[in-house]
């Protein structure tokens, strides 16, 4: 069974960072694209980052320059370092896992895990 | 950039069919995808390719694409049905490559 289950959320203050993380199993994670997936309190989901199987970095234009991904296959982690953080940062973001590359869609995603960008 | 648009929400009584659109310039050229989220959960993605379904995903639910509009129809609606859903395409031109419509809210009557 797959499982991705993400940590490092919380509360940060304006122009902090925050590194999230999210641990997968049941799959063969080395051969899968991941991707980072938030959505702001009440809204609708919002496409952050990914990365390839081969290490390929993908950012949303809302991030770029101030997210980094990253993934380490030996760990069968995939992290999201976060800089700079504004309030519009404060989100669930969701760990998810593509059916094959970045550019196939995600059919299995974690619980989600909260950021809040807040003084 | 490109925008995928559709009903906020959509109303239907239990039994019947319940469709959702998402539109989009010539989005019959793009795979769609399609997602549910019910209430504090995840999202679960219940059509993908425009009209394949994964596994454990009930016969119920089916998409289709043609033209500047893709449609997910889910027949014979339960209450369990009751969800936002939300309509996905990979769009290298845009500043998101992977783009999200803005929801749709199924209420089953």
């Known amino acids: 069974e797959v499982q991705l289950l993400e940590s490092g959320g919380g509360l940060v203050q304006p122009g902090g960072s925050l590194r999230l993380s999210c641990a997968a199993s049941?799959?063969?994670?080395?051969?899968?694209?991941m991707s980072w997936v938030r959505q702001a309190p009440g809204k609708g989901l919002e496409w952050v980052s990914g990365?390839?199987?081969?290490?390929?970095?993908f950012y949303a234009d809302s991030v770029k320059g101030h997210f980094t991904i990253s993934r380490d296959n030996s760990k069968n982690t995939v992290d999201l370092q976060m800089l700079s953080l504004s309030a519009d940062d404060t989100a669930i973001y969701f760990c998810?896992?593509?059916?094959?590359?970045?550019?196939?869609?995600?059919?299995?995603w974690g619980q989600g895990i909260l950021v809040t960008v807040s003084s | 950039s490109y925008v995928l648009t559709g009903a906020p929400s959509v109303s239907v009584a239990p039994g019947q069919t319940a469709r959702i659109t998402c539109g989009g310039e010539?989005?019959?050229?793009?795979?769609v995808h399609w997602y549910q989220q019910k209430s504090g959960q995840a999202p679960v993605l219940v059509v993908y390719?425009?009209?394949d379904r994964p596994s454990g995903i009930p016969e119920r639910f089916s998409g289709s694409n043609s033209g500047n509009t893709a449609t997910l129809t889910i027949s014979r609606v339960e209450a369990g049905d009751e969800a936002d859903y939300y309509c996905?395409?990979?769009?290298?031109?845009?500043?998101?490559?992977?783009?999200f419509g803005g929801g749709t809210k199924l209420t089953v009557l």
């Open positions: 998810a896992k593509h059916m094959t590359t970045v550019g196939s869609p995600s059919d299995n």
């Open positions: 049941g799959f063969t994670f080395s051969t899968y694209g």
């Open positions: 990365i390839s199987a081969g290490g390929r970095k």
């Open positions: 010539n989005i019959g050229s793009k795979s």
């Open positions: 390719d425009d009209s």
């Open positions: 996905q395409v990979w769009d290298s031109s845009s500043g998101h490559l992977w783009l």
